[in-house]
């Protein structure tokens, strides 16, 4: 008999003669399969970074771990559903800067709260963005993209799918003092195909994305976003580096449980995860995704919501993205 389907026969007995288990059998956790919840659609690097915790999340537990994605209202569904769920660590938000950070401000109402709905477990990876621009330009860094919008001033056109690239770009005009003439896509691929016509002169992305798109010459890659250069392209100079004394632009991944789960579950989930992070060939499967490993604790956690929701409402707003 397996030392789960024992305690499962004890728990079932000590219900019966009337008195409950010690406290200490919530440390046991997992003892059941674990449904992680996603926000974003599948195929993309988040979706294949998270079935790989997932899978790995198993084998360092020997419990299932399974990814379910909800999509829609950026991360919105996904976040109401696990806000909604049983406070038992068994229902997992991949939680984002989109959910706990931006969504404040991007939405007049949302159907969660992000800090009273939840207990921040522990952040996992770091996504770093990617300058690219159009090779018509002829501009090999960011100091010679500077360059040429001052000399054109407001003539340069920059491109945006997403709040996270919209956001990225208006604090790079910012912090440079430049300007220039927005144009907003529904996907990446639409803006990359006017970044290889001409028609887009420049925008943020996923790095994943970036290096793909350059190495099918339809785009050049300038800088990243993260504060230090990837060991995968590690030719590629970050912004800071570029004139821009610290610039960081990251989204970022987390685990978060419904609020009320007992903090020996949330403390063993971010046991649990930051052993997977912290697993050198985790470490090598992100490399190659062109993502950081970023692991932490619920303190950490909660402190970073707290900071980023300020951080992003300042640059939402700074960018004039009105509320939905």
């Known amino acids: 008999m397996t030392f789960n389907n024992l305690r499962r026969l004890t728990l079932a007995a000590s219900l019966l003669c009337g008195f409950a288990l010690p406290a200490q059998a919530a440390t046991d956790y997992p003892n059941d399969v674990v449904r992680i919840v996603v926000p974003f659609g599948p195929g993309n690097s988040y979706d294949h970074t998270t079935r790989y915790i997932a899978e790995r999340l198993h084998h360092h537990s020997g419990e299932g771990f399974i990814v379910e994605a909800r999509q829609g209202a950026v991360g919105g569904v996904a976040a109401g559903h696990v806000a909604r769920a049983k406070p038992d660590g068994y229902t ?16 007049k109402e949302l159907p969660y709260d992000p800090v009273a709905d939840f207990a921040p477990v522990t952040t996992l990876v770091k996504v770093p963005q990617a300058l690219i621009v159009s ?28 709040a996270t690239g919209r956001v990225a770009v208006e604090s790079f005009l910012d912090q440079a003092d430049l300007s220039g003439t ?38 050049d890659i300038i800088a990243v976003t993260s504060a230090e ?33 007992p903090d020996e579950v949330v403390g063993r989930l971010a046991e649990l995860s930051n052993e997977v992070i912290e697993d050198p060939a985790t470490r090598e499967f992100l490399a190659d995704l062109y993502i950081q490993p970023y692991p932490g604790s619920p303190e950490q956690l909660r402190d970073l919501i ?14 004039g993205i009105e509320p939905q």
Do not use: C
């Open 92 to 107: 997992v938000l991949l939680a984002a800067n989109s959910t706990h950070a931006a969504n404040q401000h991007l939405f």
């Open 229 to 261: 250069r990837l060991d995968a392209i590690p030719d590629i100079p970050t912004m800071a580096e570029s004139g821009l004394p610290g610039y960081e632009f990251v989204a970022w991944l987390a685990f978060v449980v419904p609020a009320e789960t």
């Open 306 to 319: 707290a900071s980023d929701t300020e951080r992003w409402g300042e640059m939402i707003r700074a960018a």
């Open 135 to 162: 090779p018509s330009l002829g501009v090999d860094s960011v100091a010679e993209l500077i360059e040429l919008m001052r000399e054109r001033p407001g003539e340069l056109n920059y491109g945006s799918s997403s």
């Open 182 to 219: 927005h144009i907003g896509y529904k996907t990446t691929t639409q803006g990359v195909v006017d970044l290889h016509s001409g028609d887009l002169h420049f925008m943020f992305t996923d790095t994943a994305t970036g290096v793909a798109q350059a190495e099918g010459g339809k785009v």
